[in-house]
């Protein structure tokens, strides 16, 4: 298993991707493992701040410290005081996705293959979690909301859709949901403010995103180890998520009743009270951990698998069922981190 280990300001990733040895050479193997089941790098391309030179010197270092990879993370031009922005940046003209990121991420598979380096790419910019400006509010997280009757529902981006009004003790509420305007982070400073994280209780949304990633990467390299061999989604960052567009409908077909009448539950007011109310909320949760399972982890890896990458995952400590997502990538991982490090101040929201 993959282990992402922080330590200072060196983030290395440790695994394994090759098929178990015959166990009569085990002892073997372990005593003098290969290349491939060494340490990894996070490789941290800080907005425009990548040249062809650099490229070569850091995975000719990568190579001569016996590392076995590398996973590129495309993030913003900061310092690691996460406040120091760069005064120049080495290419100018380069941003996320254009003609000339595309033709440093071509070298760069190039040099992994000479040099018999495994490459990753994280699968979207920032390394949480996954998200672009391909995203529209309507793709976006979205989240429950509601108000009185009368009253004007929360709209996040100018997006908001009804669901039902129903009838409480405290009058009638209006139902409905809106994004909540989370942006995949820390982006290269073009995309701070258009690269929304997809809903991943969507299949809509999902789809638009792996449509996104991989028709633009398939284009310019082709999947192989070495080379570029896997895409990556680091730690979930991306806050919580309580609706989708069929989620009324994936209720009622999963726990065999209709939602609607017992929302006011999820908005902290009682139904039918105790036990009742109890199992419309494990009923919701439930709800919600399937839908990001199947349509967000384990659709990955199948679209990741069939376009030739292996899917890399850390499933830990978010809105959904750990021990469920952690089946789903060819490679779970998780991370341990050692102190003091320049942001232990920030680290309320995690880290990568």
């Not at 284009?219 to 989604?233: A, K, R």
Request: with cysteine.
């Amino acid at each position: 298993m993959k282990m992402t280990i922080w330590s200072g300001v060196l983030a290395l990733a440790v695994g394994c991707t090759e098929q178990p040895k015959a166990i009569d050479g085990l002892e073997a193997t372990f005593d003098n493992p290969p290349q491939s089941c060494g340490v990894s790098a996070w490789w941290h391309w800080l907005g425009a701040n990548v040249s062809k030179a650099g490229i070569t010197r850091d995975l000719e270092s990568m190579q001569a410290a016996g590392l076995a990879g590398a996973t590129i993370f495309n993030i913003q031009e900061m310092g690691w005081s996460l406040n120091e922005s760069f005064q120049s940046t080495l290419e100018p003209t380069m941003s996320y996705k254009n003609d000339k990121w595309w033709e440093m991420l071509e070298f760069a598979v190039a040099e992994a293959k000479r040099l018999g380096l495994e490459l990753g790419i994280h699968n979207s910019p920032g390394y949480s979690s996954s998200g672009g400006t391909w995203i529209t509010p309507e793709l976006a997280i979205k989240k429950l909301v509601w108000c009185k009757e009368g009253e004007e529902p929360e709209k996040v981006r100018g997006f908001y859709r009804d669901i039902a009004r129903v009838p409480t003790t405290n009058g009638v509420y209006r139902f409905g949901y809106t994004c909540t305007g989370k942006v995949s982070h820390p982006v290269p400073p073009e995309m701070e403010e258009t690269c929304l994280e997809a809903d991943k209780l969507s299949a809509k949304a999902m789809k638009v995103h792996c449509d996104n990633l991989l028709a633009g990467l398939l284009e310019h390299v082709q999947p192989s180890n070495p080379g570029l061999c896997f895409l990556m989604e680091d730690s979930y960052e991306a806050g919580p998520a309580s609706w989708t567009d069929d989620f009324a409908e994936e209720f009622k077909h999963r726990r065999g009743y209709d939602l609607i009448p017992y929302l006011p539950v999820l908005a902290g007011m009682s139904v039918k009270g105790g036990a009742f109310d109890d199992r419309v909320r494990h009923d919701y949760q439930r709800t919600r951990d399937e839908l990001q399972t199947e349509r967000h982890y384990r659709y990955f890896r199948e679209r990741f698998n069939a376009a030739g990458f292996q899917y890399h995952l850390e499933p830990y400590s978010g809105p959904f069922d750990s021990f469920e997502a952690t089946a789903c990538p060819d490679v779970p991982m998780t991370e341990f981190w050692q102190g003091p490090v320049p942001w232990s101040n920030k680290v309320s929201e995690g880290g990568g």
